[in-house]
């Protein structure tokens, strides 16, 4: 069974900056796109960014010149820097990885982190 262990989450005023870190607990699958995505209160779970294997990354119009995603795949780790921050960034976070293993695709979540942006 894989893990996927978030961190960096947390409090910040609106402008200020966050890193998220997403790091795999096996690295003996092969692992294939790596995303973030979020999920505010009462709203549904909505792409934030992905990067795959080939480092090619998608963005969501929201966030778009504001967060960059990016990943160590020697760590199985990938990151999303969050830069002006806005009260609507406000979301619990979830890191997703795709993996293969035996010709079989698995989708990994991880844990989910809190990110609170204050007006």
């Known amino acids: 069974q894989v893990q996927l262990v978030e961190s960096g989450g947390g409090l910040v005023q609106a402008g200020g900056s966050l890193r998220l870190s997403c790091a795999a607990s096996?690295?003996?699958?092969?692992?294939?796109?790596m995303g973030w995505y979020r999920q505010a209160p009462g709203k549904q779970r909505e792409l934030a960014a992905t990067?795959?294997?080939?480092?090619?990354?998608t963005y969501a119009d929201s966030v778009k010149g504001r967060f960059t995603i990016s990943r160590d795949s020697a760590k199985d780790t990938v990151y999303l820097q969050m830069n002006s921050l806005k009260p609507e960034d406000t979301a619990v976070y979830y890191c997703?990885?795709?993996?293969?293993?035996?010709?079989?695709?698995?989708?990994?979540w991880g844990q989910g982190t809190q990110v609170t942006v204050a007006s």
């Open positions: 997703n990885m795709l993996m293969w293993w035996a010709g079989n695709r698995y989708s990994y």
């Open positions: 096996r690295s003996s699958f092969s692992i294939g796109t």
């Open positions: 990067i795959t294997s080939g480092g090619s990354t």
